[in-house]
T-cell receptor, first 114, second 114 residues
């Protein structure tokens, strides 16, 4: 049973446009959500997070939106740059803090075309 | 070191062989995690250490998998009698105990079982 789902395995966007990556979850106990970015042959790197007490968190070009009633979150990248091309993983946990295991989605390959 | 270091980066094993994968976390990071990432999937939790104590091993797929962190720093993931389904990238991550839960991942050890 996949508790965190990323239904789009790939997404292509033109440079300068907005990239929107989506993630759905089924476990209502999840209350902390993160996005990780992964380049080939590297480990995932943390990008941005959001607690369930918020519905939006912004960090530069990256904004994460959380819709708890729909159990849906999305990552917006504006404007998209070729260096953003990577696999993006959505992750969720019960409780904030490093003592909690993360449950990851299967990832979305973003390609930003110059 | 500056980041999480894993070795070997690549390991080819014949079915039935034992393998050992090493993780050197960021200095001072109390928490250490092992994740397994199959091809085309997101990382899946295996086990978690706080210092030398293994607090959660619920993700280990069978008793052929064993992890240790005897002195609270370097960790080893051992897989006995490897099988083809063990082929995956094994990711190690570390974090500060009191941080916001973002993990610092190593580059991973890619295991191929023939």
């Amino acid at each position: 049973d996949q508790q965190v789902k990323q239904n789009s395995p790939s997404l292509s966007v033109q440079e300068g446009r907005i990239s929107i990556l989506n993630c759905d979850y089924t476990n209502s106990m999840f209350d902390y959500f993160l996005w990780y970015k992964k380049y080939p042959a590297e480990g995932p790197t943390f990008l941005i997070s959001i607690s369930s007490i918020k519905d939006k968190n912004e960090d530069g070009r990256f904004t994460v939106f959380l819709n708890k009633s729909a159990k849906h979150l999305s990552l917006h990248i504006v404007p998209s740059q070729p260096g953003d091309s990577a696999v993006y993983f959505c992750a969720a946990s019960v409780g904030r803090g490093s003592a909690r295991q993360l449950t990851f989605g299967s990832g979305t390959q973003l390609t930003v075309l110059p | 070191g500056a980041g999480v270091s894993q070795s070997p980066r690549y390991k080819v094993a014949k079915r039935g062989q034992d393998v050992a994968l090493r993780c050197d976390p960021i200095s001072g990071h109390v928490s250490l995690f092992w994740y397994q990432q199959a091809l085309g999937q997101g990382p899946e939790f295996l086990t978690y250490f706080q210092n030398e104590a293994q607090l959660d091993k619920s993700g280990l797929p069978s008793d052929r998998f064993f992890a240790e962190r005897p002195e609270g720093s370097v960790s080893t993931l051992k897989i006995q009698r490897t099988q083809q389904e063990d082929s995956a990238v094994y990711l190690c991550a570390s974090s500060l105990i009191l941080n916001t839960g973002e993990l610092f991942f190593g580059e991973g050890s890619r295991l191929t079982v023939l």
